[in-house]
């Protein structure tokens, strides 16, 4: 199968593929999740959202594309501070960020309205993690294209992460408008194109692969729809899924041909067996007294409370057990062998084969131990059915029906639940490791400057020609310079920042070198000098508050130091601001990156 995409789509050929089925009503509502989505309660059977816009009536049934309304949202959210995983990300996420900054860089007007678009994505910043990114990516499934950029929907009919950030977009709009990010959309989306290209054959072969081994057959086109959206301007670490009423969306993030499969296999499954269950949700009720079983299980609340999203997380976990990847290669055995070799040979092949099932069974315990009671029951029906020539959606009903209920409750209150649940991979799993200049920073913050100054060396040390190694560089000399300034050498801080300013393209360390800079020249009393510091700094601002705020008051006020006056003939050397040691809020009058921020850009 080839794919030939279009100018503005790239799309995976559904009669090439001829795997679809037909399949029931299923759950409504539009939820966000990660690797595993969201499901409703047995009663929400039809969908109450309307479809988002990119969805096209007339369109295949699964779908790999572009939406060049998600990449609207996604480069303001990269605009304001959205990092994210950017270091992972693929070269294009880098290239979009910079010719923003390089429009903004021409127009006032445009960093206005950033500005207003930032402080909007600031005062909606809830949780801290991509959960905030999530509901973003869910509204702008239903903007329409440029120049329009209107909501596609009635507020009632769409999900409520859309619908509590719904205020952003004329923000955005005009954002877009100022800095011409169509223009910008136009020149990257044959990059797009080609992202689609590379990732194509890989998501073929999941479902595919995931079809053949349900056994399901092909059939008619139903009505129901599982696009998968490109977009490398969002975390490549996050997989953002959704389903709206019939159709089910996964939005990814690709690096080299590359994206989070598992994720987008755990949500093709949703949409082959949401259906298959709910359509069978009287039966599955059941199974209520096992929701008595799992009250301390560290499970979320919807699978503590109905039957259905349990049960079908719970056959999901099974069948993904049965397919994973254990790491255990299968023995081959050999060609051309000796009769008598063979037992051997085949003894051999028995272990590497008990060995991959051994990890499996300890995947399903592991599930069991988190609260999905049913996995083992399916994990062993699913071996049946491999055995088995009809498909899962002819064994199903046998399944639900066949189920002995009071054995599984039995199986459950054996079961000792784990305290914690695992972590959602819309979160973080774990802290991130600081390491290099990110690690400077910490240390700078910590106020160990003897040690943020001697990494921050060795990065100029090794600097060389490289796009991203003079990118370090220049913010190695933005920390080396607020450690001139806790050490009590403010010349060489002057020299720091300059060469800041002169070698990085981030405006975050432009701003605030000139905000320094406009602090150290009031405190040596040539207002005048310092003045054009602090307008620079609006010039090239980040569209942060703090920046925002810490320039404003330069241009407003001269900075001044408790003890220190212009008034007075101070020729004291040593009164060049200085950062607070120890990482904390800033006491009065100190020259700092700004209230609440970090003690750098990051």
């Not at 790239?10 to 795997?19: G, I, K, M, P, W």
């Amino acid at each position: 199968m080839t794919l030939s995409p279009t100018r503005f789509a790239a799309r995976l050929s559904v009669a090439a593929l001829s795997f679809l089925t037909v399949l029931g009503t299923v759950p409504a509502g539009a939820q966000s999740s990660s690797s595993s989505s969201s499901n409703p309660s047995s009663g929400q059977l039809y969908a109450q959202e309307k479809a988002p816009s990119l969805i096209d009536p007339a369109g295949p049934t699964v779908s790999l594309i572009s939406s060049e309304p998600v990449f609207t949202m996604a480069a303001g959210l990269n605009t304001c501070g959205y990092d994210e995983g950017l270091d992972q990300s693929a070269p294009v996420r880098k290239r979009v960020r910079d010719e923003i900054d390089q429009a903004l860089a021409r127009s006032e007007d445009a960093r206005a309205k950033r500005d207003a678009l930032c402080l909007y994505v600031a005062q909606h910043r809830l949780t801290g993690t991509e959960t905030d990114v999530s509901q973003y990516v869910s509204l702008s499934l239903y903007l329409s294209p440029p120049p329009e950029m209107e909501i596609t929907a009635d507020l009632t009919e769409m999900p409520p992460d859309a619908t509590q950030v719904s205020e952003v977009v004329p923000l955005l709009k005009a954002f877009a408008e100022a800095i011409d990010l169509h223009g910008i959309w136009l020149t990257v989306h044959h990059t797009y194109d080609e992202a689609a290209d590379q990732v194509h054959d890989s998501l073929s072969a999941m479902i595919v692969a995931t079809d053949l081994y349900l056994k399901m057959p092909a059939s008619t086109y139903d009505g129901r729809r599982f696009i998968v959206v490109i977009e490398p301007m969002l975390s490549p670490g996050v997989v953002n899924a959704r389903i709206y009423g019939t159709d089910y969306i996964v939005v990814v993030s690709p690096v080299d041909g590359k994206i989070r499969m598992t994720d987008v296999r755990h949500a093709y499954l949703h949409y082959v067996i949401d259906p298959l269950l709910l359509a069978r949700a009287n039966a599955v009720d059941r199974t209520q007294p096992i929701l008595k079983e799992i009250r301390d299980a560290p499970l979320a609340f919807r699978y503590r409370s109905d039957t259905v999203p349990l049960t079908i997380e719970c056959l999901i976990k099974a069948i993904e057990a049965r397919t994973m990847d254990t790491g255990v290669p299968i023995y081959k055995i050999p060609g051309n062998i000796d009769r008598s070799e063979l037992p051997r040979y085949e003894h051999e092949r028995q272990v590497s084969i008990e060995k991959a099932e051994a990890v499996r069974v300890a995947t399903v315990q592991h599930d069991m131990s988190q609260g999905y009671v049913l996995t083992q029951y399916f994990f062993e029906q699913m071996i049946q059915l491999e055995k088995d020539p009809a498909s899962l959606k002819d064994n199903i009903g046998e399944m639900v029906y066949s189920m002995d209920v009071d054995q599984q409750v039995h199986r459950a209150r054996n079961i000792t639940f784990d305290k914690e649940a695992d972590e959602d991979v819309l979160q973080r799993s774990q802290p991130r490791k600081l390491t290099g200049l990110d690690l400077a920073e910490a240390k700078l913050a910590s106020g160990d400057a003897a040690t943020a100054g001697t990494m921050a060396q060795k990065v100029i040390a090794t600097e060389t020609d490289s796009v991203q190694s003079v990118a370090d560089g220049a913010r190695a000399h933005f920390i080396l310079a607020r450690v001139d300034l806790m050490t009590g050498h403010p010349d060489q801080a002057v020299d720091d920042f300059q060469k800041t300013i002169a070698t990085t393209k981030e405006q975050r360390l432009l701003a605030w070198s000139h905000i320094y800079l406009g602090r150290m020249l009031d405190l040596e009393c040539r207002r005048d000098e310092a003045l054009v510091e602090y307008k620079q700094a609006l010039v090239v601002r980040d569209g942060q508050q703090d920046t925002r705020l810490a320039a404003e008051r330069g241009v407003k006020a001269a900075y001044a130091l408790k003890g220190h006056s212009c008034d007075e003939d101070s020729g004291d050397d040593d009164s060049a601001p200085h950062p607070p040691a120890g990482g904390g809020q800033a006491k009065a009058g100190q020259a700092t990156p700004g209230q609440g921020s970090t003690q750098g850009p990051q």
